[in-house]
């Protein structure tokens, strides 16, 4: 059975600081991963998503990689602002239809 | 605004009670998907559709009933619900299954079962 597991699971950060969250799973035969974000209360918001295929993706400030052999993905994020504390989940797709859930980061970046 | 839109956005119930949730898509997707996300839990899938077809039901008791009348509208008929089904209730979409199989979010339904 697919296990993720995201550490840490609480991260203080000064702004400015560039940071790596990582997320580990059990069981490479995935056909992707997937970060998502989700600030308190609300519903999550599609951050990177991964092929089986690919080593990384980029947008903006965020860089995901994945090493499905080690069964492991970090996100890495820039210059940390602010506005980036959220919680941060990682998800990986073992059938090409539902998602698999770490517990996520939660993430608090201070002015 | 991701496109997939869930209503009620809160949702207070007696156990005694049925009531629905429903999510509605504006992306073309395919496949819609209930998830539960619990206190200290991960997000948990419920139920897969594809093609208006379910497709996956994750072990989910059956006082939980999804409905998809087609692949822009999913319903979650609730009924004779438990304290602990409190949680909130995800709602998502995709092109459908496939290693490219991003899938979008909608805002949640805060659901409380008194």
């Known amino acids: 059975k697919q296990e993720v597991t995201q550490i840490p699971a609480a991260l203080s950060v000064p702004e400015g600081e560039n940071l790596v969250l990582n997320c580990s799973f059990t069981?490479?035969?995935?056909?992707?991963l997937q970060w998502f974000r989700q600030d308190p209360g609300k519903g999550l918001t599609s951050l990177l998503l991964?092929?089986?295929?690919?080593r990384e993706q980029t947008s903006g400030r965020l860089n995901a990689s994945l090493d499905k052999s080690s069964g492991r993905s970090t996100l890495y994020i820039a210059a940390s602002q602010p506005g980036d504390s959220a919680t941060y989940l990682c998800a990986v797709d073992q059938a090409g239809t539902a998602l698999i859930f770490g517990k996520g980061t939660t993430l608090s970046v201070s002015s | 605004e991701t496109g997939v839109t869930q209503t009620p956005r809160h949702l207070v119930m007696g156990m005694t009670n049925k009531k629905s949730l429903k999510c509605e898509q504006h992306l073309g997707h395919n496949a819609m998907y209930w998830y539960k996300q619990s206190a200290k839990k991960p997000l948990e899938l419920m139920f897969v559709?594809?093609?208006?077809?379910?497709?996956e039901n994750n072990s989910v008791p059956s006082r939980f009933s999804p409905e998809c009348p087609n692949s822009s509208h999913l319903f979650l008929h609730l009924h004779t619900l438990q304290p602990e089904d409190s949680a909130l209730y995800l709602c998502a979409s995709s092109q459908g299954p496939g290693s490219y199989n991003e899938q979008f979010f909608g805002p949640g339904t805060r659901l409380t079962v008194l």
């Open positions: 991964i092929q089986s295929s690919q």
């Open positions: 559709y594809s093609l208006e077809e379910r497709v």
């Open positions: 069981d490479s035969a995935i056909y992707n």
